[in-house]
C-alpha cells in the first residue's frame, strides 16, 4: 500500500491456512490506513497504547496505527473458526519533513538505499534471526534452514503486540524498499542493490526483483514497494513513488 500524500507505505505478508493469512494481511493494511488518514484529519486523535517518549509524534502516531490492526486482526481472528490463529507481518515507513518513521512487526523487511549502498533498517523478528544474533548459527546457516520460516512476532496472534519502532534521517536521492520474505529469502541485498542502482523505472524495478524472487524459488507471496525521494520545486516537496504488489 503506497499513500504518498500521507506519506504513508505499508507491506504486509499474512499467515494462516485457507484464505485467513490474505484476509490477514488485507485488514491490516485497510486498518493501518484508516487509522494513519483519521489522525491526518483529527490531531487529538487518541494514541492506542503506550507513548514512547525518545520518538517523534508521528512515529508514535505509526505504532498507533499498527496497534489498531494487531486489535482488528485478532478479533477477526476469533469470529470463524477456519480464521483461528491468523495473523500478518507488517513493515511500514511514513515520511514527514526530512524524517523516515520505520515500524515493524515480523519478517518483512524496510532496506534504505544511499550512495551505492543498501543497508536493512529492520531486524527480522524470526527464529533464525534470533540465533545469529546470539552466536549459534550463522547467516548462511540460516539460510538453509528448516526453520528459517518461523516468526517471533506477528501481529493478530495475541492481544498485544510489541511494536518495533525506529527514526532515521533521508535526504533527496535515497530510495526505500519495503518488501515480504518472498523476496529476502532467495534473493541477496547486493542483487536487490544492482537493480534499484539501474537507470529503469520503478515499475520495472519492482517487476524485475519480482522476478528474481521467483527465478529464486518462488515458493512464497512477494510484495514489493519502491519509493524514490526527490527534491522537486525550490519548496522541496518529496516525491514520493511507487507502489507495487504482486501476490
Known amino acids: 500500500m503506497a499513500d504518498p500524500p500521507l506519506g504513508l507505505y505499508v507491506v504486509c505478508d499474512g499467515m494462516g491456512g485457507g484464505n485467513a493469512g490474505e484476509i490477514a494481511g488485507a485488514l491490516a493494511v485497510e486498518t493501518i490506513h484508516a487509522h494513519m488518514a483519521k489522525a491526518a484529519n483529527q490531531a487529538d486523535l487518541p494514541l492506542i497504547g503506550p507513548c514512547n517518549a525518545t520518538v517523534s509524534a508521528p512515529a508514535n502516531r505509526l505504532a498507533s496505527a499498527i496497534r489498531a490492526a494487531n486489535d482488528a486482526v485478532h478479533r477477526e481472528s476469533w469470529s470463524r473458526p477456519d480464521y483461528a490463529g491468523m495473523g500478518t507481518t507488517v513493515v511500514a515507513a511514513l515520511l514527514y519533513e526530512e524524517v523516515l518513521a520505520i515500524a515493524h512487526v515480523g519478517d518483512s523487511r ?124 525550490q519548496a522541496g516537496l518529496w516525491a514520493r513513488l511507487k507502489k507495487r504488489f504482486v501476490a
Open 110 to 233: 524496510l532496506y534504505l538505499v544511499r550512495n551505492g549502498t543498501i543497508q536493512a533498517r529492520t531486524t527480522d523478528h524470526s527464529w533464525v534471526a534470533e540465533q545469529i544474533l546470539k552466536g549459534f548459527i550463522t547467516q548462511e546457516e540460516a539460510e538453509l534452514s528448516p526453520r528459517r520460516n518461523i516468526v517471533t512476532k506477528a501481529l493478530g496472534v495475541e492481544s498485544s503486540v510489541d511494536v518495533e519502532l525506529t527514526e532515521v534521517p533521508v535526504k533527496s536521492g535515497d530510495m526505500l524498499l519495503l518488501c515480504s520474505d518472498g523476496l529476502t529469502r532467495g534473493v541477496h541485498p547486493n542483487d536487490i542493490l544492482h537493480i534499484l542502482s539501474g537507470s529503469e523505472d520503478l515499475p520495472t524495478m519492482s517487476d524485475r526483483l519480482i522476478v528474481m524472487a521467483n527465478e529464486a524459488g518462488g515458493d512464497d507471496n512477494t510484495t514489493v514497494v519502491v519509493v524514490a525521494l526527490r527534491d522537486e520545486l
